[in-house]
């Protein structure tokens, strides 16, 4: 714009798509039903199947010498799908006397979209089932006689089409107070919104939305019982005996229920919201905005000699995670995806009239108070020339990283769980019964919940001798001795510090020696011009590394896979350092 000012602008799109490969002249012919002489079969809810796809096959337990074949095809056909991503700058720099100041906004807007996918077309298995008593004992045979040990069938196929904006602005100012000292000095600001579904298709499991009582309606499981035909599943309602199978899934008509789910009718489900619920986030969504983010930035550097030869810089500086893309939306989950289950039946014009199950599902969700995780990052520095084109470097390096993710779980079994005898199989006292009956909340698996946990952090001292190339040699030795901590595990019943250790990515000794070296030309001690082809303008170099290795774990494991905990949590992602209630 003049001498002492300049404006830079940039912008920048990208876009792609997700398609499916090109198809045979006849399309999708071979997967419609009523090609394969399946148009009188049935499914739960059509509605996601607008092709009439038929529906998934597997055969298994079938003899070792033989492959199984299966039906299959991918849950996302006919796929579909587009990813844009605009962003633009706008920097100014402004020159006056000592000062080079510095401004500049930043927005970025992007969308990630995947296609649709589901298990629309249902799938059957006709295994061998040793849980099926009514089986034929062989899978091809089941196939033939139409019986099955189980069908499964999602009703929903909602798309994952995330959004989010994010803008940023900076003011910074390189100040030379002397000859020899010069000050940065910078802010960077943030305002970054939560990624959401476009088409608001997503839920989450919400503590505070959680009914003990479940409306007056708990879920109830089909109980194991032994009888004289051997260990068998009970309604515990009616007293009706089934294959064991059932064992540990919902009974029909108890705790959730999900008929006519579309994407603008989702489940209504004990705990779960949806992202545009009216009366949790305003203007959608599973997180409270977060605000303004401030990132402060100074470093110093100083000759304190004023000969050029030597330099002590240090600086400290913040830096929040401005953008994850689309990782951080929530897509579908249980209210816009709800699987329903037939066991051990017939394939009959009233198959899908018959009232199906549906098993205990993990669910989980994010916290309303939340905090970007945030780097801050510091360094002190000293650097001398000692001459002959050689710089000695020392300095201590150091980064903490805060507010990293971890899971609460509100529904694991509590240590010793499995030990206790009135938690015993009655059909086998000698083992517990299975875990979704030993849980707090009968009906769900792990109920997990995700916020701001644990730290990292990471300290070094790192030391470099460089010669730059001169007179034909150049090497660069260069040596850290540094250490990485995190949290290497969590529990909710255990201290914290039992789980803070060195993290898998440290190494405590890193050396590095490369060099290059320029061989003396041949020609001067065989003259000619054959040699000076041949021996001239050759060169050594090689890079060396000596370093310490990984943390490695030490892992026990016993043949018949022993319990030693009965229960817990260790190793599930999940971990309490600040009490967050319970449902």
């Given amino acids: 714009l003049n001498p002492h000012l300049v404006n830079q602008f940039m912008i920048g799109a990208m876009h792609d798509r997700e398609e499916s490969p090109p198809l045979p002249p006849d399309g999708y012919s071979a997967l419609y039903r009523q090609n394969r002489g399946l148009a009188g079969l049935g499914q739960y809810n059509n509605t996601w199947n607008p092709l009439n796809f038929i529906p998934k096959a597997s055969f298994g337990r079938i003899p070792a010498s033989f492959s199984a ?57 006709f295994s061998n089932s040793s849980l ?74 919400v503590p505070d939305r959680f009914d003990p009582t479940w409306g007056g309606n708990p879920p109830v499981l089909y109980r ?33 229920r999900c008929d006519n789910l579309s994407n603008t009718n989702p489940c209504t489900l004990n705990g779960i919201v949806v992202q545009n619920d009216p009366n949790y986030i305003p203007g959608g969504g599973f997180r409270d905005p977060v605000g303004i983010q401030f990132d402060p930035r100074l470093g110093f550097s100083w000759d304190p000699f004023s000969n050029g030869k030597t330099a002590i810089r240090v600086s400290f500086g913040a830096f929040h995670q401005a953008s994850t893309g689309g990782s951080g939306a929530l897509d579908r ?29 993990s669910v989980s969700g994010v916290y309303r ?59 086998n006292p000698a083992v517990p019964l299975p875990d979704a009956f030993l849980r707090p909340n009968t009906g769900y698996l792990d109920m997990l919940m995700s916020g701001p946990a644990t730290s990292t952090r990471y300290d070094a001292l790192q030391v470099k001798l460089q010669r730059r190339f001169a007179v034909g040699v150049e090497i660069d030795a ?23 250790g060195l993290s898998p990515t440290d190494q405590t000794h890193v050396f590095n020696f490369s060099y290059v070296y320029d061989l003396p030309k041949g020609s001067k001690v065989v003259p000619g011009r054959a040699t000076k082809w041949f021996l001239d303008d050759w060169r050594i170099s090689g890079i060396t590394t000596f370093a310490s290795g990984f943390p490695s774990n030490i892992v026990l494991t016993t043949t018949d896979s022993y319990d030693f905990t009965g229960g817990g949590d260790i190793g599930a992602g999940s971990w309490q350092a600040v009490d967050r209630g319970s449902i």
């Fill in 333 to 361: 989950g249980p209210a816009f995806v709800y699987t329903r289950t037939l066991l051990s039946s017939d394939i009959s014009p009233t198959t899908f009239q018959s009232s199906p199950v549906t098993s205990p599902v």
């Fill in 478 to 500: 260069n040596y850290a001795f540094s250490k990485t901590f995190q949290a290497t595990g969590w529990s909710q019943q255990l201290p914290q510090n039992l789980f803070h």
């Fill in 369 to 427: 108070e939340q905090k970007i995780p945030v780097v801050y990052q510091y360094m002190l520095g000293i650097q001398r020339d000692l001459g002959h084109s050689t710089m000695f470097d020392v300095s201590y390096v150091g980064n903490t990283e805060h507010y990293v993710s971890q899971n609460w779980n509100y529904n694991y079994v509590p240590f010793g769980t499995r030990f206790q005898s009135r938690y015993a199989d009655p059909s």
């Fill in 69 to 125: 074949a299966s039906l299959s095809y991918d849950g996302s056909e006919p796929l579909s799908g587009f990813d844009m991503n605009i962003t633009s700058t706008d920097n100014l720099t402004y020159t006056y006397g000592a000062h080079t100041f510095k401004a500049g906004v930043y927005l970025e807007q992007s969308r990630f979209g995947q296609a649709a996918t589901s298990n629309f077309g249902g799938s059957f298995d």
């Fill in 224 to 256: 194991p019982i032994s009888t004289a035909q051997g260990r068998r599943a009970v309604n515990p309602i009616t007293g009706q005996i089934l294959a064991q199978s059932y064992i540990g899934n919902i009974v029909p008509g108890t705790g959730n």
């Fill in 132 to 205: 099926d008593p009514t089986n034929s004992g062989y899978a091809f045979a089941n196939a033939y006689l139409g019986h099955f040990a189980s069908y499964t069938e999602d009703l929903g196929r909602g798309p994952d089409n995330s959004r989010r904006r994010t803008w940023a602005w900076f003011v910074q100012d390189t100040w030379k107070i002397a000859r020899n000292l010069t000050m940065d000095i910078g802010l960077r600001m943030y305002q970054v919104n939560w990624p959401l579904q476009s088409d608001g298709v997503a839920s989450a499991l």
